[in-house]
């Protein structure tokens, strides 16, 4: 009976053991094989590939930067560059009626908003003023050009200025003064080139507002005539002035006469010993700065 048992145990379930095709075994053993390997090699093949990317990357990183440096040091070398054809109020700062036009190398005063009433041109390379500078601008009330080039100044360039008050053209190449607006009340011409024949004999007579008038460090020769009774502070400081008459800032032929505005009188650094004209200070409240022994 046992032997019955076995032999048909082995005739059902033996052939059922041995169905699997022997192809199918050797296609999964295949694919199993074939991906370990593909993927090693594909792992490898990668790691290759980005060492050789980075060793590459890295040389040109290290190329472009240094070609980076180079540009910027070149870069810094380059001097910078001022554009002076662009309008007025790109090239200068406009606020509030105020033109700021200071150190940025003009050559010629720029073309002015009408309603500007204060200009501010310092620093720059102004060579010459002309009237149409001014001509459409009646509004201004102060005018700043020192520390230009300026040699000359167009008869009648300020003529149409009859609401400026400040006027500066220090530190520039001037050898002679222009006409002064009318309510001028502050004109600055320190360390120009002016001499004494340089400024006409009434040039200031009529400016009945000015109160504060600086000639220091030119080559006058003698104090200026005509000084209006609002003046005062006068600086005549520095210059080649070798005398003054009785008259020059007091009345000869008025012994009453008081200066009563003028504060102050700076004349030191000319020839002139201020001692021997005793009487040309008899007017005054005090005596001027200057060599008196």
């Known amino acids: ?56 990357d890295g040389t040109n990183v290290s190329l472009d930067t240094s070609l980076r440096l180079q540009g910027d040091d070149s870069e810094r070398n380059v001097p910078p560059t001022k554009d002076t054809n662009l309008p007025t109020c790109l090239l200068c700062v406009c606020l509030s009626g105020s033109v700021y036009c200071e150190e940025i190398d003009i050559e010629a005063v720029p073309p002015l908003p009408k309603e500007t009433a204060y200009l501010y041109a310092r620093f720059n390379k102004i060579k010459r003023i002309a009237v149409s500078d001014f001509a459409d601008i009646t509004t201004l009330r102060r005018i700043d050009f020192s520390g230009n080039r300026i040699e000359e100044i167009e008869d ?29 009340t502050t004109f600055n011409a320190n360390q120009n080139r002016i001499k004494s024949r340089g400024i006409k004999a009434n040039a200031f007579k009529k400016l009945t507002n000015l109160a504060y008038l600086y000639l220091g460090h030119n080559a006058l020769e003698s104090v200026p005539l005509n000084l209006p009774e609002s003046l005062r502070i006068l ?52 005596l001027p700065v200057g060599t008196y022994y």
Not at 33 to 49: A, F, K, N, P
Not at 156 to 184: D, M, Q, Y
Not at 271 to 286: D, E, G, M, Q, Y
């Open 235 to 286: 600086h005549l400081q520095y210059n080649n002035i070798t005398t003054i008459t009785d008259d020059t800032f007091c009345k000869s032929n008025n012994t009453r006469y008081i200066r009563t505005s003028m504060d102050e009188i700076r004349m030191e650094g000319n020839p002139i010993l201020l001692a021997k004209h005793v009487n040309a200070f008899s007017c005054l409240r005090t």
């Open 1 to 56: 009976m046992k032997t019955l048992q076995t032999t048909f145990f082995l005739f059902v379930f033996v052939p059922l053991v041995n169905s699997a095709p022997p192809i199918q075994q050797e296609s999964l053993q295949f694919y199993e094989y074939d991906t370990d390997v593909t993927m090693g090699s594909l792992i490898q093949q990668d790691y290759e590939m980005q060492s050789k990317d980075i060793r590459k």
């Open 156 to 184: 009648g360039a300020f003529s149409k200025l009859l609401l400026l008050e400040e006027l500066s053209l220090a530190e520039n190449r001037l050898i002679k003064l222009p006409v002064l607006p009318p309510k001028l």
